[in-house]
């Protein structure tokens, strides 16, 4: 399939991100070959999966391919946008997703990977929560993701500097599951699947889906959504967040005026 991987060992599905000259950027098109492929699994006799890149890359994915994002006056993670379609996905797909994690992870890799189930990355591994950084006004269930994978102090330094915090620090603050050696990354991804995949499926996949339910029921009145909504869209209808999207292609530093 285009851009990825895909293979069953059993019980075990394991997709790998193989489309490396474009950084494993979530593409329309990886995302399409994503989700195919999840589906796949779903209709098959599959009780866990194993989301990687190939062994030893650089750059897990580098996010949203920014080429396809709007450049101005349009939502640009909208309802439909591919990563919004993905992260849903993973987060619905029956079975438990392990992210399994070499190399640099940026924006909204970081959030697909925190979308999966649980996270084993090597400590070598970054995560860098990047909307500041192109001026783009992350989406509500987006922010929703990060809220759940760490406490709102850890969620807010990552979203306003844009740094990269290593693996070590995201497994001491909760962010993810393990840290391991990259010579052992595979052997301890694939003992903890298999494990996973001994017990009950029915009884895994429910609880999945009350976990899912569950940290979703955040209330919002209708107005605090439609406020954050318009907020959201100054941000895409602003100079910066053009000139953001516009720097990128032409690699060089924004220059935000702030408006
Ligand atoms: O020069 P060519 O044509 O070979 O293209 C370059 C990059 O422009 C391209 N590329 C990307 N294309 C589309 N979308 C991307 N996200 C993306 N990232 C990179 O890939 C070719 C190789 O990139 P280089 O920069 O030359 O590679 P390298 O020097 O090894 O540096 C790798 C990193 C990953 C450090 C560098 O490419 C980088 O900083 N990429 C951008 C990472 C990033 O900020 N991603 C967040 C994208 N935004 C989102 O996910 C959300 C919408 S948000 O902005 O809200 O967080």
């Given at each position: 399939m285009d851009s990825i991987e895909v293979r069953q060992d059993g019980h075990i599905g394991i997709i790998t991100l193989d489309n490396p000259k474009k950084l494993n950027a979530l593409s329309h098109a990886l995302v399409t070959s994503l989700i195919h492929a999840l589906n796949q699994f779903a209709e098959r006799d599959v009780r866990v999966v194993i989301l990687r890149a190939q062994?030893?890359?650089?750059?897990w994915s580098a996010g949203h391919?920014?080429?396809?994002?709007?450049?101005?006056?349009?939502?640009?993670?909208?309802?439909?946008?591919p990563l919004r379609n993905l992260v849903r996905s993973i987060e619905s797909h029956p079975t438990p997703v392990i992210a399994m994690i070499e190399g640099t992870v940026w924006g909204g890799a970081v959030e697909l990977v925190l979308a999966c189930d649980i996270i084993i990355a090597v400590p070598e591994s970054t995560f860098a929560v990047t909307p500041a950084r192109l001026g783009v006004p992350y989406n509500v269930s987006g922010m929703m993701t990060f809220m759940s994978a760490a406490s709102l102090r850890i969620v807010k330094e990552l979203a306003f500097t844009a740094a990269p915090v290593d693996a070590v620090r995201a497994e001491r603050v909760g962010m993810i599951n393990h840290v391991v050696a990259s010579d052992e990354l595979e052997a301890f991804t694939l003992a903890m699947a298999a494990t996973i995949a001994d017990n009950a499926p029915m009884s895994i996949r429910v609880m999945k889906e009350q976990l899912r339910v569950l940290a979703g029921a955040k209330p919002v009145s209708p107005r605090g959504f439609e406020k954050v909504q318009g907020l959201r869209r100054v941000v895409y209808d602003s100079y910066d967040y053009a000139e953001g999207i516009r720097a990128f292609k032409e690699k060089r530093r924004p220059a935000f005026l702030g408006r």
């Open positions: 062994p030893g890359v650089k750059v391919d920014v080429g396809e994002l709007p450049e101005g006056r349009r939502d640009p993670l909208g309802w439909d946008d």
